[in-house]
């Protein structure tokens, strides 16, 4: 028999605090923080509109026959049902697209991660009304052979679901989660304990030890060896948007992406994110020309600069149209190009669309519009940063 065969071990997480790595001089004031709690975007790239009237404006676009409606008449995004390693042995980095945000990542060290699941059809505080699923749920959360880590971006309901949480918690126990500042009670109010919440730049080490019993075999015939122990470093980093989970708690916990970096391999999930705020234009302006030099911000770069090069990027390409609605807090595939640029990914993948209708752009239109934004910033259109299905897997 040639396949090799890992026995079921069971690891017991412990989280700690590392050195601090370096930070940028304008982080160190928190400016993130407001005086009277919650946070906000402390750049010009931010504007804020008021969620009533962003609300507003998009019935009003409806209404007055303004507004993209999206067709989601199948086909749309090839959905397939995900191949998951059936042991911890990974030669290679893999990343598998779990629809919208949610992304699963096998690295090489045995660590297993997951981002921003959310297993409903609906995201939404409902299970009756809000937006439903337009492509399938590429397999079930039991599917999933193991789950060390899972990592918040925030807590809008495309990213965050009370049911989904509750069941990995129940599934994998020893499962540790990872979320920005002022998480922390929900899951606690959700019977979730073994949870860290970061700030902006913050880190922790996450060590994964083998129980005392657990014995591993490495190739059939191989006497069983002792498991070693998995090592990662998990980082909260900034990213431009906002949070909320009713209509009185805007922007009261933060919002972040991250980094995990583990054994040779480093992952950038760019979370849910704005690039630059731009105004109000005609349709057919094209708002990337170089007479729209809308400031841009600048955390991505400083990402870059003191965490990167990262092995991989998760970048957002979806729900940004209309723009002068939506560009402060989503970024458009030429924002994504730009935050994977100036993050130093080495290699990306996009999320953030073909799973809910949440703005006007046609469903099939980010991958598009990616590799236009590639070719314009001097990237090649494929192998770079691509767009997978729905339940596929990549390596790197
Ligand atoms: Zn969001």
């Known amino acids: 028999m040639a396949a090799s065969t890992t026995a079921a071990v069971l690891y017991a997480a412990t989280v700690s605090v590392p050195p601090q790595s370096p930070i940028p001089e304008d982080a160190e004031s928190k400016s993130h923080h407001l005086k009277t709690g919650g946070f906000r975007n402390p750049w010009e790239s931010w504007s804020t509109i008021p969620a009533l009237t962003i609300v507003r404006k998009m019935i009003a676009r409806r209404l007055t026959g303004k507004a993209n409606i999206p067709d989601t008449t199948p086909p749309t995004v090839p959905v397939r049902k995900p191949q998951f390693l059936p042991s911890r042995e990974t030669p290679k980095l893999r990343a598998t697209w779990l629809g919208h ?3 699963y990542v096998e690295f090489p060290s045995g660590l297993r991660v997951l981002f921003d ?7 939404s505080p409902f299970t009756w009304l809000g937006p439903k699923r337009y492509t399938e749920m590429p397999c079930d959360l039991k599917d999933i052979p ?3 880590a899972v990592i ?17 918690h129940q599934q994998y126990p020893g499962c540790h989660f990872f979320a920005p500042l002022g998480n922390k009670k929900w899951f606690a109010d959700s019977g979730i304990h073994n949870v860290t919440e970061l700030d902006w730049w913050e880190e922790r080490e996450l060590e994964l030890s ?34 909320a989970r009713t209509l009185w708690d805007r922007s009261k916990t933060l919002w972040g992406s991250w980094s995990v970096e583990s054994a040779n391999s480093k992952v950038y999930f760019a979370g849910d994110t704005g690039y630059r705020a731009v105004p109000e234009l005609p349709k057919e302006v094209d708002d990337h020309g170089p007479e729209h030099a809308y400031p841009h911000c600048p955390a991505f770069a400083q990402v870059g600069q003191l965490r990167g090069p990262f092995t991989l990027g998760l970048i957002p390409i979806g729900a940004y149209d209309p723009r002068f609605i939506m560009s402060p807090m989503h970024a ?9 640029q100036d993050t130093k990914c080495q290699r990306a993948l996009g999320m953030h669309w073909g799973t809910w209708v949440l703005t006007e752009e046609d469903v099939m239109e980010p991958p598009k519009k990616l590799k236009e934004a590639l070719k314009r910033n001097d990237v090649q259109e494929t192998g770079i940063f691509d767009v997978c299905d729905i339940g596929e897997s990549r390596e790197f």
């Open 152 to 168: 918040i971006s925030h807590n809008h309901y495309d990213h965050l679901s009370y049911p989904t949480i509750r069941q990995i």
């Open 117 to 123: 699941p959310v297993f409903e059809d609906r995201c």
């Open 332 to 340: 458009d595939p030429h924002d994504a190009v730009k935050i994977f």
């Open 101 to 103: 945000a949610c992304y």
């Open 146 to 148: 193991f789950i060390d």
């Open 210 to 243: 083998p129980s005392s019993n657990s014995t591993e075999v490495t190739a059939v015939g191989d006497a069983p060896s002792k498991p070693s122990n998995i090592l990662a470093r998990i980082g909260c980093l900034p990213c431009q948007h906002t949070s």
